[in-house]
């Protein structure tokens, strides 16, 4: 087969999640309204803590972090599937499915060591109470923000690079919504082996080390709930601990899928449809809930809330 010369035709085709007239306006009303919540509910929570000088500590920053990180995650995919959902023309050029898989792969990557981040703020907070003010201090919060976001850019950085020197011979289709790394590698006609074994590594190393973090960090504070003499104080905190662990395991578990697994290689003729709709959980579903899950079931956050529509 020819190589395909991406300087020559340096447009792919989108092949969205459906073909069908009926299913794309049902998705597209379906998605349209997961974003406008994703958009809307993470940006009330950046106004609320804005607004309350109370609620400026760790916890809330990093919560302000993740919403911001949400909307931009949510933003670099979501638009461009309602364009194509509803559109004749899928095609994305090369310069837009680089910039497009560089910008989702660095805001996922962040996202995943962000909630480790989160997991072992709310540790020292529930069980090192007399010393959370020390450990998490001013320094360390920004070197932990600031290093999720580093790990994140020199991840895609990678990733982007190892992909677009694929040879793609004669496919231009994306069996996907968005410009994927795993989708690529799918896709290409050429030898993978140093893709896979990149991808399989920072994989490793970004999620499953976030994910046991996070874990860890989840056990200790369970062990510390168990020891809460009230039972309404126990059944709270672990409602708020399932809830945060629920999205977090759905989050962590889909990508774990998507990303630490063999790569099947069936080129322009792929059909597997769980590749197509597992991403929608990471990329529109988890930063829909994370504002929800994580800020308005906290009392803080609902009377700031409750404040501020009763003084208009």
Do not use: W
Request: aromatic fraction near 12%; include cysteine.
């Amino acid at each position: 087969m020819e190589q395909l010369n991406l300087t020559i035709s340096p447009r792919f085709i989108l092949l969205g999640l459906s073909t069908d007239p009926q299913l794309k306006v049902i998705f597209f009303l379906i998605f349209l309204i997961m974003y406008l919540m994703t958009i809307s509910g993470n940006l009330l929570l950046i106004t609320v803590v804005r607004i309350n000088p109370a609620l400026h500590s760790p916890m809330y920053i990093f919560l302000t972090n993740l919403a911001i990180i949400d909307i931009c995650f949510s933003s670099s995919v979501v638009p461009v599937l309602l364009g194509n959902t509803l559109s004749k023309d899928k095609s994305i050029s090369f310069l837009g499915c680089a910039i497009q898989m560089y910008v989702s792969l660095t805001l996922g990557a962040t996202e995943c060591l962000l909630l480790a981040v989160m997991a072992y703020d709310r540790f020292a907070a529930i069980c090192r109470p007399l010393h959370y003010n020390t450990i998490m201090n001013k320094t360390l919060c920004f070197y932990l923000a600031v290093g999720s976001l580093s790990a994140g850019l020199i991840d895609s950085f990678l990733q982007v690079s190892l992909t677009f020197q694929l040879s793609f011979c004669n496919c231009l289709n994306i069996n996907n919504y968005f410009c994927e790394v795993p989708a690529f590698i799918r896709m290409s006609c050429g030898d993978t082996f140093v893709n896979d074994v990149s991808l399989y590594i920072t994989a490793a190393i970004i999620v499953l080390c976030a994910f046991f973090l996070t874990l860890i960090s989840y056990v200790h504070i369970i062990f510390s709930i168990l020891r809460i003499t009230s039972s309404q104080g126990r059944q709270k905190s672990f409602s708020t601990c399932a809830s945060h662990l629920t999205v977090v395991s759905l989050y962590y578990g889909t990508l774990m899928f998507m990303y630490l697994r063999r790569q099947s290689k069936k080129y322009c003729h792929y059909s597997n449809e769980t590749d197509k709709v597992l991403p929608i959980l990471y990329t529109a579903v988890t930063p829909m809930l994370n504002p929800f899950i994580y800020s308005v079931r906290n009392k803080d956050v609902k009377n700031t809330l409750i404040n501020l529509l009763n003084r208009k």
